[in-house]
């Protein structure tokens, strides 16, 4: 049998086990939207530690850190190389917050019923609308994020069958799991999955981050003692920009802040604080989770094999299935790497597409429908709209033509601008629901005008960032300029956010 052939079976065999694993988690949840979008509120430490681990490390971890450290750029004449520590910075940063606001949100969603993000600034601002338009921005925000992962499953695909697979394919057979276990589980078959991916993931990264130096290099000391010697400016942050310049200190500052302000903005993580069993679950995850982090190591240490690597590959976000085929390993060991980056891929896709649907009918279709839905047809909805997600994910991962990083950080630019209106209703009295959708419709409307003239940035700054300072001005100067809220509905709001009653 061809080594193609082997490899194609290894990786069939994952995701029939994973697709045992989603449907039979379906079997815990209720058949309420509760059950379907929360979990019946239920999910323990292990759950919640990986729905937030293995959702955050995703086809962007596995492919697109070490795609950075190596990227090379025309004529292969630089690597970004230590370009791709923002990576680490961000996700170290970014989960503090949530220490605090994690249980705020659960005690909220215990009493008042929500389920997602949109529903709870909808009730503090006393407004649908803010529902609309925070429900509109997450969903926008979560298609590049999606298409990153279809887009990342294909790459994989492709290259370790040797193009036989096509990416296109193998976008579609990944996704086509991940959409039937998440029509029939909801977030139960997400949880449980992302507990299995997690764990095959975590134990194929660290193996190979270790293998390739050793095999390559005599070692991963070895390998950086001759990187220093032949190109230390790879070694240093910021590290160097797409088109080989040094990334400015501007560039790169605000791409962490903002990928660190947004990161427990992501709807499908922030919406776990209302599936978690209590609040000490939800600490417990905040306190273990930077060992997460941990799991990027020796995903970086590819990256970094690749510079001196005697060939490259055609995309540089193929670094890693590039030097696993043409270093002479076994089938059977491609077939294993390359099961471990679908479970990278589809641990984060799972969540999103489930998060985005059950947005989209909670939050945009249900303040804009006079049509009221029970239970079941509410569940419906969510699950054929969850198709309808995965479907156009798909269409934006084969028409970009962004690298994996790049559309992480679009994607970011988009859903850090939830941050100000967050954290505004846990912390600002004043904040009213005219400021909110003033500031969220300004910081979007520039973040998206940035995106498709980067050169008008000013100093080289994340897009996000600039929509994000907007913003904040725009939230408050329309909030200042407008009528306070209901000072009774206000303070009962912060009291059970504080204390639960």
């Not at 298409?147 to 695909?157: E, F, P």
């Not at 069993?277 to 989770?289: A, G, M, P």
């Not at 270093?327 to 491609?334: C, D, E, F, R, W």
């Amino acid at each position: 049998m061809s080594d193609w052939r082997i490899i194609a079976l290894v990786v069939a065999g994952y995701l029939g086990a994973n697709l045992w694993v989603g449907l039979r988690a379906g079997r815990r949840s209720s058949d309420t939207v509760a059950g379907y979008v929360a979990g019946d509120r239920d999910f323990g430490t292990l759950v919640m530690y990986f729905v937030t681990g293995a959702s955050v490390f995703s086809a962007f971890a596995f492919l697109g850190g070490p795609g950075w450290a190596y990227s090379r750029g025309p004529g292969w004449a630089y690597s970004r190389g230590a370009a791709a520590f923002f990576i680490l910075g961000y996700g170290v940063l970014g989960i503090a917050p949530y220490y605090a606001l994690g249980p705020w949100a659960a005690r909220l969603g215990r009493k008042h019923g929500y389920v997602t993000q949109a529903s709870m600034l909808s009730h503090r601002y006393e407004n649908r609308w803010v529902a609309v338009t925070a429900g509109a921005i997450s969903v926008i925000a979560m298609i590049p994020y999606v298409a990153l992962q279809m887009n990342g499953a294909g790459i994989v695909l492709e290259q370790v069958t040797d193009g036989h697979i096509p990416v296109w394919l193998g976008g579609a057979i990944a996704y086509a799991v991940v959409l039937i276990y998440v029509w029939h589980s909801g977030v139960m078959g997400v949880g449980w999955t992302n507990v299995f991916q997690g764990v095959f993931m975590i134990v194929v990264a660290w193996t190979l981050g270790l293998y390739i130096p050793y095999k390559l290099y005599g070692g991963v000391a070895p390998m950086f003692e001759q990187l220093e010697t032949a190109r230390p400016e790879l070694l240093t942050a910021p590290g160097l920009d797409g088109s080989g310049a040094p990334w400015s200190a501007g560039a790169y500052t605000s791409a962490v802040l903002v990928s660190a302000i947004g990161f427990m903005m992501w709807p499908h993580l922030f919406m776990k604080a209302f599936a978690a069993k209590d609040d000490r679950t939800i600490h417990r995850t905040i306190v273990l989770y930077p060992s997460f982090q941990v799991f990027l190591l020796p995903l970086f240490l590819v990256g970094y094999a690749g510079v001196m690597y005697s060939s490259a590959p055609a995309n540089p976000d193929a670094i890693m299935p590039h030097i696993m085929l043409t270093s002479g390993l076994p089938a059977v060991v491609v077939g294993l790497f390359c099961a471990g980056a679908l479970a990278a891929s589809m641990s984060t896709g799972d969540a999103l597409v489930h998060g985005a649907a059950s947005i989209a009918v909670e939050d945009v279709y249900s303040a804009t429908s006079n049509n009221k839905l029970s239970e079941h047809d509410q569940r419906r909805l969510i699950r054929w709209l969850a198709i309808a997600v995965g479907v156009l994910g798909y269409i934006v991962a084969l028409i970009s033509g962004r690298t994996l990083v790049g559309l992480l950080l679009a994607a970011y630019g988009a859903v850090v601008q939830l941050a100000p209106p967050v954290y505004a209703a846990f912390l600002w009295r004043r904040a009213t629901a005219a400021g909110a959708i003033a500031g969220l419709l300004v910081g979007f409307s520039i973040t998206g005008l940035l995106i498709i003239q980067p050169a008008w940035r000013p100093f080289g700054l994340h897009e996000g960032m600039v929509g994000l300072i907007a913003n904040i001005i725009t939230l408050i100067g329309v909030s200042l300029a407008t009528a306070p809220p209901s000072a009774e509905h206000v303070a009962a709001w912060y009291r059970t956010s504080r204390t639960g009653t």
